[in-house]
């Protein structure tokens, strides 16, 4: 229903639904990426491999807006959660700005991060591909 409202008010906007798992991005096509709250659903083992098609599929200057659960490891959702049994992770800080390093980015920003009408805390990001990795 988001997306379909979405495509009603901007049809030039190209919208896409697909799965983590499946999605391909284009190689510089994009000026800016935003992911919020969905990685999060990622195993820490395949983290690495989405942050590196995100950055292929940015153009040169182009920036990735991310957020990431903060805190500590996998676990998936009890009942009392608004939606039980989802996996999620959580990452600490330095994990966080340790697979930037590694991965060819220029960060501008990383902050942990509390939000009115979600609950509790975020890592946020805002990164560019670094212009000295090829």
């Known amino acids: 229903a988001f997306v379909a409202k ?29 992911c919020r709250a969905a990685l999060l659903h990622v195993p820490p ?5 989405h942050l590196w098609m995100f950055r292929s599929a940015l153009l ?13 490891g996998a676990s998936f959702t009890d009942e009392s959660d608004w939606i039980p049994d989802r996996y999620v992770v959580a990452y600490q800080k330095s994990q966080v700005l340790a697979w930037f390093s590694r ?13 009115e009408g979600r609950q509790g805390r975020w890592v946020q990001v805002l990164a560019s591909p670094a212009s000295s990795v090829v």
Not at 45 to 49: K, Q, T
Not at 60 to 72: F, M
Not at 103 to 115: I, R
């Open 60 to 72: 040169p200057g182009g920036v990735l807006g991310l957020t990431l659960a903060w805190g500590h």
């Open 45 to 49: 083992e395949e983290l690495g491999r």
């Open 6 to 34: 979405a495509a009603r008010r901007c049809p030039s906007a190209g919208l896409h639904v697909v799965r983590f798992e499946s999605v391909q991005l284009p190689i510089g096509s994009y000026n800016g990426i935003w």
């Open 103 to 115: 991965g060819g980015w220029d960060l501008h920003e990383v902050a942990v991060a509390s939000h």
